[in-house]
């Protein structure tokens, strides 16, 4: 190692593994190599420090909570972090007098996102794991949970066996990680296989090339939540599977916009191409149309296209310079021949014979894109929702009949709803939640205007709004036409509601549904008053629809995009497991 290389070391790990014992014993080891050694004992968020019933709490909020507390706790730790950590560094200058400077902190980037256990793509998680790029080396020290219990005296075995998932939850966004056994080893042992770590970290620097090159991932979508035309799931899937990869890797969202320009958010950059101002039909085209220019002119390393209507594909494959995995959120061109009589399909077909690798979200359009594209490697990762802890109170309860989702009333089947409640002559009211093109918008206000019984339309709703709709409405109706995999019904079966829906392909993931021959109006009006009347029934389908959803939560999903991610790229990485935020609950 040159005398002038500056070692910065974070120790991590749950309590009881050793980390203050072992920075002091590191230290030592170190300064007998020739190094100055500046330590730093970063304690994190002083409001987690105060003692608590006699014990000091040393991890802040509970498991599972994020809210405005967690993240102003998690902004002071962090603040503690580069605080301490920025004073060791310039204490180590001043005293170093020309030999090799070795930073190391009890504590690092690594403890804060164990502790806090942010979402995924949050601002906390980014900002947690761009402050771990300022590190060379994480030690990740781990023992055997009755082993840190003895240590520590202050935890439990199942409490400790909790922290050590979520240290090797976490222990995938930091690059320059080397895992140290401290229960079955002296700490002598343990400091001295540290100390070699060091060293050979600073003398071959492969961990600070890990550290530096960012594969660049672009994720294409016409969509996105702000587009006053759709805004649909299929754009907040895009941002969430964004906001996973931010951590990881350089991610690009290229989307549609009225004026083109380009901004980061969360960690994340956007580029807007100026499509939107050709309207919700047009647009969709011209994006088609300006795609392949950006798949030329734009780095990247792995482009994720989401199929756009009509014919979904842009035939990226034949534009890019590197991977391009097709996101088949919406297979549209059999939808979208019925609906226009244009054979949409046939360009559909067409493209999809030049993917190598495409995602779908269901078995259904798996079978499709295998039938036209046989050599293609086809992941099936469905949509998912965060997932509220139920009140078992509310299963079965209900006050109206609740239609959430864009407002298209071919597609989503809004007149055959409408069709059926006046038929079924409920006596809950029908609410229909959802905003769409002025077009489309002004075909259901007729529909309304025709349509008999008591039915609202509420526009758009979102955050609070949309969670009190949920958890009042006694069940969910998804009359769709056709749907991809139907993001609405996963979010009514997250608050435990019983779904109504047409028995299309696409829709058999469902679990407590109640489904109906398609199309059938008659028999749609009969489910939805005989759901209607049946408060029992309604308890017992919601509790098997709340079991069925929880297999679709964030962490399972945002795992098989990194993984998939990894291997289209060759990225290393500790491997993520998905359920650590799911075993402490």
């Not at 070795?102 to 949050?122: E, H, I, M, Q």
């Not at 008053?529 to 999903?557: F, I, K, S, V």
Request: hydrophobic fraction near 45%; aromatic fraction near 8%; include cysteine.
């Amino acid at each position: 190692m040159s005398r002038r290389r500056r070692m910065v070391v974070a120790v991590s790990g749950p309590d009881g593994a050793g980390k203050s014992s072992l920075v002091q014993r590191l230290a030592e080891v170190l300064e007998e190599r020739g190094f100055f050694v500046a330590t730093a004992y970063c304690y994190g968020c002083f409001v987690c420090r105060r003692p608590a019933r006699g014990r000091a709490r040393r991890y802040g909020p509970e498991p599972g909570s994020w809210s405005w507390v967690s993240r102003s706790h998690a902004v002071v730790d962090v603040t503690d972090l580069l605080v301490r950590l920025a004073s060791a560094r310039l204490r180590g200058r001043l005293r170093a007098h020309g030999r090799p400077l070795g930073v190391v902190t009890d504590r690092g980037p690594l403890d804060g996102l164990a502790k806090f256990d942010p979402p995924p793509g949050s601002r906390a998680a980014v900002l947690f794991t761009s402050i771990g790029r300022r590190y060379d080396l994480v030690l990740l020290l781990d023992a055997p949970s009755a082993v840190m219990a003895a240590r520590d005296g202050e935890h439990s075995r199942h409490e400790l066996d909790e922290w050590r998932d979520r240290y090797r939850g976490w222990a995938g966004h930091e690059p320059s990680l080397v895992r140290l056994d401290t229960g079955a080893q002296s700490p002598a042992a343990v400091a001295a296989e540290a100390a070699e770590a060091v060293i050979a970290a600073g003398e071959s620097g492969a961990f600070k090339a890990a550290r530096a090159v960012r594969r660049r991932v672009v994720i294409s979508s016409f969509d996105s939540p702000g587009n006053r035309d759709y805004g649909g799931g299929g754009a907040e899937v895009v941002e969430m599977v964004a906001g996973w990869l931010a951590s990881h890797f350089e991610v690009t969202v290229v989307t549609a916009a009225r004026h083109g320009g380009a901004e980061v958010r969360d960690g994340v950059r956007y580029r807007y191409l100026p499509a939107g101002w050709a309207g919700p039909r047009a647009g969709q085209l011209l994006f088609h149309a300006m795609l392949p220019f950006w798949a030329r002119r734009l780095p990247h390393d792995l482009w994720i296209e989401s199929f756009t209507p009509p014919f979904s594909t842009s035939f990226l494959p034949l534009f890019s310079r590197a991977r391009v995995v097709g996101l088949a959120q919406s297979l549209s061109g059999e939808s979208m021949w019925r609906r226009y009589r244009v054979p949409f399909f046939v360009v559909e077909r067409l493209g999809l014979r030049f993917y190598r690798d495409v995602v779908v979200l269901n078995d259904a359009d798996r079978a499709l894109v295998r039938r036209y594209s046989p050599s293609a490697t086809i992941q099936v990762i469905p949509n998912c929702v965060d997932l509220p802890r139920l009140d078992e109170r509310l299963l079965g309860h209900g006050e109206h009949v609740l239609f959430l989702g864009r407002i298209d009333v071919w597609l989503k089947g809004l007149d055959l709803l409408l069709s059926a409640y006046a038929r079924g002559a409920l006596a809950m009211p029908l609410l229909v939640a959802g905003a769409g093109t002025s077009s489309e918008e002004r075909k259901l206000a007729a529909l309304l205007a025709a349509t008999g019984g008591d039915v609202r339309w509420l526009g758009q709703v979102t955050g609070q709004r949309k969670r009190d709709l949920l958890e009042r409405c006694a069940f969910v109706v998804l009359p769709s036409r056709h749907e991809a995999f139907g993001l609405a019904a996963l979010e009514a079966m997250a608050y435990g509601k019983p779904v109504v829906h047409f028995d299309l392909p696409s829709l058999r993931w469902m679990g407590g549904d109640v489904r109906v021959r398609p199309f059938d109006l008659g028999a749609l009006a009969r489910e939805m008053r005989a759901l209607a009347d049946d408060e029992t029934a309604r308890r017992e389908l919601g509790r098997a629809a709340h079991a069925a959803a929880q297999r679709y939560g964030p962490e399972q999903m945002s795992q098989r995009y990194l993984t998939l991610v990894r291997q289209l790229l060759g990225s290393p990485g500790v491997d993520v497991r998905p359920g650590y935020r799911a075993a402490r609950k």
